[in-house]
């Protein structure tokens, strides 16, 4: 792809970073609100839970059908389409009349509010190798962000009004999203042609052609997936139960200790840049490995909690962004698919991790959850030290 008219500026990934937040929050509106959703249609809560699932399966097809596309399509025309076909989605789940129909709206929308994972293989492609991780690193947070404010601003909005405002304030959220993407992201000119059916071959083959992918994708799973989820999701119960009996809110609200990783997030990057990304990603590992520790020991204590929570989330982010940073410099012509890959095996591993949550919980509640989170982030470093010698070993075998 000929880049010399298209480099991206400090600006222009801060105009990313929100684009992407708002996108990926589009996937959390519903979260705070299942009980009042399903009591509006009569229905059960545990029922709601199927909201969440249509729009996880939605997000999922999304990122396999849709995101490869981004390398051979020119990606402002792309992220047009699918920001708007994003507002019809939150329209419709606006308006939806029926409990079922919401099912379809919100798969409908995770299908199609995947912008945010078009535009970081396009930050990889505008940047240049001197500042790829630094401006990843900021379109990274900004993803981290909307997670975290979504469910807050969620619970909030649906508080004031009810939960149908929340998708009209998204919709109209987006629709300026649009607008300024249209007004202010240049033509990125398309990389090639190549068809449909060997472009999604290609996200399937990527850990083959490119073998240092399976040790960027098993850290990746380890930390983000295992224990990341298994961190976040014990949490809840934990907070929910005496003595804490914390209300949703104020769970929200301690969730909100990951802004440290988003935060930080955008600078974290510079470390790939300046060639201490290996040393980057031990250290963030080994953070992880302590964090989960200690969370074990002063589980009594919500201060206690909310700074093993900060330095977790700033463990989870310098990790996810290394690992992301390693990935787009395999190569030029295929990030996208490369990227797709990437938050495929994410979905697995999360998948993994939230269930791992509930049966460990079961077994030995909050310290077995955390032993768990340990093992993961120990595998994680284990996998990562191996890999380095065998590349190592490698290079030295060709010089």
């Known amino acids: ?17 929100v684009a992407a937040g708002l996108a990926v929050g589009n996937l959390y509106w519903a979260q705070p609100l299942l009980s009042a959703i399903a009591g509006d249609f009569g229905t059960s809560t545990s029922q709601g839970g199927y909201l969440v699932t249509a729009t996880q399966l939605g997000y999922a097809l999304g990122i396999l059908l849709i995101v490869p596309l981004g390398d051979v399509l020119e990606r402002r025309k792309l992220l047009s389409v699918v ?19 919401l099912c379809i709206a919100l798969g409908a929308l995770g299908l199609v509010t995947v912008s945010g994972q078009i535009i970081l293989p396009l930050v990889g492609d505008l940047a240049d190798a001197s500042m790829r991780g630094r401006m990843v690193g900021i379109v990274t947070s900004g ?19 009810d ?24 033509e990125v000119p398309a990389q090639g042609k190549i068809s449909y059916g060997r472009l999604l071959f290609g996200v399937f083959t990527a850990v083959k052609r ?12 380890m930390i983000f997936g295992i224990a990341f989820n298994l961190f976040w999701t014990a949490l809840t119960f934990l907070l929910s139960a005496a003595p804490f009996s914390y209300s949703t809110f ?28 290996r040393i980057g990603l031990a250290v963030f590992i080994g953070m992880s490995a302590v964090s989960m520790g200690l969370s074990s020991i002063f589980a009594t204590s919500v201060l206690a909690i909310l700074l093993v929570a900060a330095v977790f989330s700033l463990a989870v982010q310098g990790v996810g962004i290394l690992c992301q940073s390693q990935i787009f410099a395999l190569s030029d012509s295929e990030r996208s698919r490369l990227n797709t890959a990437f938050v495929v095996s994410n979905f697995l591993f999360c998948a993994i ?9 079961n077994l ?36």
Not at 3 to 12: E, H, K, L
Not at 143 to 156: A, E, H, Y
């Open 210 to 221: 490119y073998p240092e992918m399976r040790s960027i994708l098993l850290k990746q799973g």
């Open 250 to 277: 104020q769970i929200g609200l301690v969730s909100l200790a990951g802004l440290t990783g988003a935060i930080a997030g955008t600078r974290l990057g510079s470390l790939q840049d300046k060639g201490l990304g």
């Open 83 to 101: 920001m708007v076909l994003t507002i019809v989605a939150l329209l419709a789940c606006a308006f939806a009349p029926s409990f079922g129909a």
């Open 163 to 186: 939960w149908h405002a929340i998708y009209l304030m998204a919709a109209a959220l987006n629709l300026v999203m649009f607008a300024v993407i249209r007004l202010y992201l240049p």
């Open 353 to 361: 991790g939230s269930s791992l949550a509930t049966l460990l919980w």
């Open 364 to 399: 030995g509640r909050w310290s077995t959850v955390m032993a768990g989170a340990v093992a993961a982030s120990l595998v994680a470093l284990a996998i990562h030290f191996l890999a380095g010698n065998k590349w190592k070993n490698q290079r030295e075998v060709q010089e």
């Open 143 to 161: 993803i981290t962000s909307g997670i975290l404010f979504s469910r807050l601003l969620s619970g909030l909005v649906a508080g004031l009004w």
């Open 1 to 17: 792809m000929d880049r010399s008219n298209v480099r991206i500026s400090t600006g222009m990934a801060i105009m990313f970073s």
